[in-house]
């Protein structure tokens, strides 16, 4: 089971972040049986250390005998990972199913175990970004994916608490650990959050993507803790300022600084909704 997307039918793969997307919007519409049933074929295949390939084949995910299929690859990363556990904590609000809560913390106790920067990265904590499609770990740590990671813990921690679980302080821990990470890729000088390291504590200054400019608003800045941590106008003002490109009569924003100018409509459905969260205008 799972979603094509960006590479069209045709290839017939499914994308974990795609199929994960799809979980939770199965969930909004009120579809909780085909959520289950998408979700629980997610889970029937795991990695050996308990992750979840981004690629697999599109449809059936067990073979004759009843064993997993193997994924496309054995690539894995922070942030599709992620988006799977937020789905999952989607699902158990709705259905009360523990077994989702418990797969949950698996995927951020994968995290922990395998992603966590410690030695050198110290300063800027976060996780690294996973590991490839030869299992050898990035070296690099993404803005995008510790947001997400970041994300995910807090309402991790906010489930487990929900339920008198004793261990939800573990993974509120692990979200500020993300979160610490994202606070220090904000560049205070243009107001705009770089896109992450390339290595150890090298900031990646590259390109400057519109996603990661946006999905703070969404998720930090609705926190308490660090809802007056920054002005967070600026990184919204950033993108519209730099990010703004017209593309075949259309106008509006692109993926990133180091892209072609093309309108990025996905990104632009997020930035609407982060000027919506700030109070302003999307036009």
């Given at each position: 089971?799972?979603?094509?997307?960006?590479?069209?039918?045709?290839?017939?793969?499914?994308?974990?972040?795609?199929?994960?997307?799809?979980?939770?919007?199965?969930?909004?519409?009120?579809?909780?049986?085909?959520?289950?049933?998408?979700?629980?074929?997610?889970?029937?295949?795991?990695?050996?250390?308990?992750?979840?390939?981004?690629?697999?084949?599109?449809?059936?995910?067990?073979?004759?005998?009843?064993?997993?299929?193997?994924?496309?690859?054995?690539?894995?990363?922070?942030?599709?990972?992620?988006?799977?556990?937020?789905?999952?904590?989607?699902?158990?609000?709705?259905?009360?199913?523990?077994?989702?809560?418990?797969?949950?913390?698996?995927?951020?106790?994968?995290?922990?175990?395998?992603?966590?920067?410690?030695?050198?990265?110290?300063?800027?904590?976060?996780?690294?970004?996973?590991?490839?499609?030869?299992?050898?770990?990035?070296?690099?740590?993404?803005?995008?994916?510790?947001?997400?990671?970041?994300?995910?813990?807090?309402?991790?921690?906010?489930?487990?608490?929900?339920?008198?679980?004793?261990?939800?302080?573990?993974?509120?821990?692990?979200?500020?650990?993300a979160a610490s990470f994202v606070f220090a890729m904000f560049n205070n000088v243009d107001g705009h959050?770089?896109?992450?390291?390339?290595?150890?504590?090298?900031?990646?200054?590259?390109?400057?993507?519109?996603?990661?400019?946006?999905?703070?608003?969404?998720?930090?800045?609705?926190?308490?803790?660090?809802?007056?941590?920054?002005?967070?106008?600026?990184?919204?003002?950033?993108?519209?300022?730099?990010?703004?490109?017209?593309?075949?009569?259309?106008?509006?924003?692109?993926?990133?600084?180091?892209?072609?100018?093309?309108?990025?409509?996905?990104?632009?459905?997020?930035?609407?909704?982060?000027?919506?969260?700030?109070?302003?205008?999307?036009?």
């Amino acid at each position: 089971v799972g979603f094509t997307d960006r590479h069209g039918p045709s290839t017939k793969r499914s994308f974990l972040y795609d199929t994960a997307l799809c979980i939770t919007e199965l969930v909004a519409s009120g579809d909780v049986t085909t959520a289950r049933q998408v979700a629980d074929a997610i889970l029937a295949c795991p990695q050996v250390d308990g992750s979840y390939a981004n690629e697999r084949n599109a449809g059936h995910v067990l073979l004759g005998n009843g064993s997993p299929r193997s994924p496309l690859s054995p690539r894995r990363t922070l942030g599709d990972n992620a988006w799977l556990g937020i789905a999952l904590l989607n699902l158990h609000s709705v259905t009360g199913d523990k077994n989702y809560l418990t797969k949950a913390k698996a995927i951020s106790d994968w995290a922990e175990t395998n992603l966590k920067a410690t030695t050198p990265a110290t300063s800027m904590k976060g996780y690294y970004g996973g590991f490839d499609d030869s299992n050898v770990l990035y070296a690099w740590r993404s803005t995008e994916h510790n947001i997400d990671h970041a994300q995910f813990n807090r309402r991790l921690s906010q489930a487990l608490t929900a339920v008198g679980d004793v261990t939800a302080s573990v993974y509120t821990a692990r979200s500020a650990h993300a979160a610490s990470f994202v606070f220090a890729m904000f560049n205070n000088v243009d107001g705009h959050f770089w896109t992450g390291t390339s290595s150890g504590d090298t900031i990646n200054t590259s390109s400057v993507l519109l996603d990661v400019q946006l999905w703070p608003v969404h998720t930090l800045a609705q926190w308490p803790e660090h809802a007056t941590a920054i002005d967070w106008t600026r990184p919204v003002a950033w993108a519209r300022s730099h990010l703004t490109v017209t593309d075949a009569g259309f106008i509006g924003l692109k993926f990133s600084s180091g892209m072609s100018d093309a309108v990025w409509f996905e990104g632009n459905a997020i930035a609407a909704l982060a000027c919506r969260a700030l109070g302003q205008t999307a036009n």
